[in-house]
């Protein structure tokens, strides 16, 4: 019924997002697709704070000590106080949109540290007082840390934009998997990506295990670009299998209007991050 349509990619996320965040990643997730072909190498935004809508007859935001339910806003050094970032990151929804952005471009983002993730803080100078009671800024600056392998000249801010090679190696063999199913239903496409996918990789025991004690070395098992590598020495955990799916799937072409959405949560009954598909 209503003919046969492309598998949507998961833009749901970012779509429920609100305010500011939203602001930004309307801004931000198309960057980051030329981030990924190699046509930008810059990974820091920055937006003013009347471009997210936090001021409205003022050009800056500021932030007293009563806002922030502390005595003073600086530290003895000069530090800003911890219930300052928390009060950015809520403000700005740093969790729900970094999450959106994950979720919503599974290819794209193979070149983040997933250890470090989405940075924010103020951009350029910061207004005070002597007296510690009140902070002020006028941009927010967001950063997406760059895992090394994909780092130029040891930039952590910066995607070498010429390491492009197995890049577009993977993206192909993907595309090749797509077109291998593309006259199969759609119940015969999820099946098909699903042993594909589990063909060519192995779960990481190892990576997990040195995620689970705090000491991931590289950000790779997390990513797309190991799927489709061709390589069996490299394999994936949990997101990268769900990412890969995703990525088929957004390749796709469905007659019943399949969508497939990435999601996270915990594992079973355990306390353990956890990433999959529906």
Known sequence: KGG???GQKS???????????????????????KIAIGERADTTFVFTTSELGLTELTESVRWTAED????????????VVDEFWIKLFETLDVGPLYAALRADNPYDLYWIDVTQGLMCGPDGSVGYDDSKTWIEFSSVRIQFSVASPYQQDGN??????SIGATVNAAGVKAKAIVAQYASASDY?????YRKEICDLVNYNTEAINESNSGTISSSDPWMVIWVFDADPNTNVVCEGYSKAFQHLCDLSTFKTGIRCITVTGNAGNADEAHMWNV
């Open 68 to 79: 922030l339910k502390v005595e003073q806003v600086w530290t003895d050094d000069w530090g």
């Open 11 to 33: 833009a749901g996320a970012g779509e429920g997002l609100p305010g500011p965040a939203k602001i930004i990643y309307q801004t931000v997730a198309p960057a980051i697709h």
């Open 4 to 6: 046969s349509r492309r």
């Open 156 to 161: 952590e801010f910066k995607v070498n934009t």
């Open 188 to 192: 015969q496409k999820l099946r098909g």
